[in-house]
């Protein structure tokens, strides 16, 4: 059986936590920040946990990470 390709894209990403599930970081962090509140800024800086209907394909992308 041969092994499978990571998507680097998604290795760049996502991590996997020792439970089973993917983070990533938040969105909405990258420009025009002036009109968000810095409460709002605060949070996005949290590691986010990927969607549970995105989870398999975002495990599939990463199989040895």
């Known amino acids: 059986m041969p092994k499978i390709k990571t998507n680097r894209g998604a290795a760049k990403r996502f991590k996997r936590t020792p439970s089973g599930g993917v983070k990533c970081n938040a ?12 409460k709002r800024k605060r949070q996005l800086r949290a590691p986010q946990r990927v969607h549970q209907s995105d ?9 040895y990470c």
């Open 27 to 38: 969105s909405h962090r990258r420009h025009i920040l002036t009109k968000k509140s810095t």
């Open 55 to 63: 989870l398999r394909a975002a495990r599939r992308m990463i199989p």
